[in-house]
């Protein structure tokens, strides 16, 4: 059945899921402060930093919130995850909207864990960043809406347009790693697909991790890459770094989405291919 579906901060990954979206026959907003031309998404002009900006369809069904910060900054993750989701949220109260079900893209980094260890919806959350503890709170508050709600944690998504490991391979830049440092990815096109089979799913548990099937080491992938592009191989260091975890997508795949990407080799072959 087709729905009317607002996707507010309608960037990389949003306009992804809105082009998905309307391929399955929805009706799609994207709002964003600079709206660019996604196919089958209508535009709406708007800044969720500013309230007063946010006039809102009024038979909307579902509401995706995909807003990312633009950089690592403290107060960008406040805006976004605070500031943006509580605007919003206001104004769909205030407009009388009354969406059957909410969708907020968050971040595994909520999660600490920084010796390798598995964790899951059922892991603790104890960040020790202020961006992270930002992040919760805007969980905190999708969380405290009215309506029905679902949080997808997202972990490091990749994909067209975001080459950082390529292009650092093809300069001799690598990251000073080890072979236990353990990092998580999510390919963008499944990230807004697994996102567009949650709109379309009956019913939803409240919370998902969003990530591929295979956490891996970082300097594997950069060794992948290095070997696919015919150039040498970075040196293992050693690096202190705080975020250390594997993140399981049975969840996820519970729900019976297919990985399009289901390890980085499937997801970097096609990046790859492109250039070829």
């Known amino acids: 059945m087709s729905a009317e579906i607002l996707i507010a901060g309608c960037g990389y990954l949003g306009s992804a899921l809105g082009k998905l979206l309307a391929q399955n026959g929805h009706k799609v907003w994207g709002l964003r402060r ?39 900054h403290d107060q960008a993750y ?16 205030t407009m009388k909207i009354t969406p059957r079900r909410l969708l907020l893209t968050s971040s595994t980094s909520v ?5 390798g260890e598995w964790v899951d919806e059922e892991s603790k959350t104890t960040p020790r960043t202020t961006t992270s503890q930002w992040v919760l709170k805007g969980e905190e508050l999708w969380r405290q809406a009215p309506w029905p709600s679902t949080i997808v944690r997202l ?27 353990w990092t998580n990815r999510i390919h963008r096109d499944d990230a807004a697909g697994f996102l567009a089979w949650l709109v379309e799913l009956p019913s939803a548990e409240t919370l998902y991790l969003g990530t ?13 890459i290095a070997q696919r592009l015919a150039i040498p191989a970075p040196e293992r260091c050693l690096d202190q770094r705080q975020h250390n975890k594997r993140c399981r997508n049975d969840r996820m795949l519970a729900t019976g989405y297919v990985l399009h990407y289901p390890t980085f080799k499937e997801g970097y072959e096609g990046l790859l291919a492109k250039e070829a």
């Open 34 to 72: 600079n709206p660019e031309s996604t196919p089958g998404v209508l535009p709406i002009t708007a800044n969720l930093l500013e309230p007063a900006s946010l006039d809102l369809p009024c038979t909307i069904d579902v509401v995706v919130y995909t807003a990312a910060p633009g950089h690592g």
């Open 78 to 93: 406040e805006d976004i995850y605070v500031r943006g989701v509580a605007h919003l949220l206001q104004a769909l109260k």
């Open 111 to 115: 999660y600490q864990q920084n010796k």
């Open 155 to 181: 972990s490091g998504i990749y994909g067209p347009g975001r080459r950082r490991l390529i292009n650092q391979a093809r300069k001799g830049e690598h990251a000073l790693v080890t072979s236990l440092h």
């Open 212 to 224: 591929d099937s295979y956490p891996v080491p970082r300097h594997e992938v950069e060794a992948w």
